[in-house]
T-cell receptor, first 111, second 112 residues
Framework: SQQGEEDPQALSIQEGENATMNCSYKTSINNLQWYRQNSGRGLVHLILIRSNEREKHSGRLRVTLDTSKKSSSLLITASRAADTASYFC???????????FGSGTKLNVKP | DTEVTQTPKHLVMGMTNKKSLKCEQHMGHRAMYWYKQKAKKPPELMFVYSYEKLSINESVPSRFSPECPNSSLLNLHLHALQPEDSALYLCASLGPMNTEAFFGQGTRLTVV
């Protein structure tokens, strides 16, 4: 069952621009994570934000979490062509080991 | 070693075949997962193993049969699959304190 939604579904930008993706989820979570997937292969962990945190940074990545609105956003600054991939939010339901993904955003960064 | 290794990378099987997918990790993670991913869709949870015991089955058809022989190994046995089962099958293990998940590169399965 779909536990999370992301928007936009697809995003096309020029190299150097910023990319913002949004994730909404339906239930209480332990933490929220963002993953990247290149060409339909394995997923790579990008960043984790805990339910008691509001914002986190890692390099060119900035993630925010609003538990009252059950939403998160991922900002990639100064995008590069190599950032072209699908991005998924993921979350573990509180007190369970269920690890679910949002619907994904396909990012295309044009050189 | 922070790798999750999945074999084979590609598999083509007929609807009457029996095959198995294998997943291995040596990070000491106690939660392991099988996901199914169709093209342009997010990974869909199938099974969760916690401490080598099946803890979650997301109403997966019995033609998929998971097995966890030990804490490092996870198998997915396939029998009498349908063409619509063709997908990328991903294995993952979850780090301690519910931190990041480590994913294998997946097995791309085609059922003919």
């Amino acid at each position: 069952s779909q536990q999370g939604e992301e928007d936009p579904q697809a995003l096309s930008i020029q190299e150097g621009e910023n990319a913002t993706m949004n994730c909404s989820y339906k239930t209480s979570i332990n933490n929220l994570q963002w993953y990247r997937q290149n060409s339909g292969r394995g997923l790579v962990h990008l960043i984790l934000i805990r339910s008691n945190e509001r914002e986190k940074h890692s390099g060119r990545l900035r993630v925010t979490l609003d538990t009252s609105k059950k939403s998160s956003s991922l900002l990639i600054t100064a995008s590069r062509a190599a950032d072209t991939a699908s991005y998924f939010c993921a979350f573990i339901l509180y007190n369970f080991n269920k690890f679910y993904f949002g619907s994904g955003t396909k990012l295309n960064v044009k050189p | 070693d922070t790798e999750v290794t999945q074999t084979p990378k590609h598999l083509v099987m007929g609807m009457t075949n029996k095959k198995s997918l294998k997943c291995e990790q040596h990070m000491g993670h106690r939660a392991m997962y099988w996901y199914k991913q169709k093209a342009k869709k997010p990974p869909e949870l199938m099974f969760v193993y916690s401490y080598e015991k099946l803890s979650i089955n997301e109403s997966v058809p019995s033609r998929f049969s998971p097995e966890c022989p030990n804490s490092s190994l996870l198998n997915l046995h396939l029998h009498a699959l349908q063409p619509e089962d063709s997908a990328l099958y991903l294995c993952a293990s979850l780090g301690p304190m519910n931190t990041e998940a480590f994913f294998g590169q997946g097995t791309r399965l085609t059922v003919v």
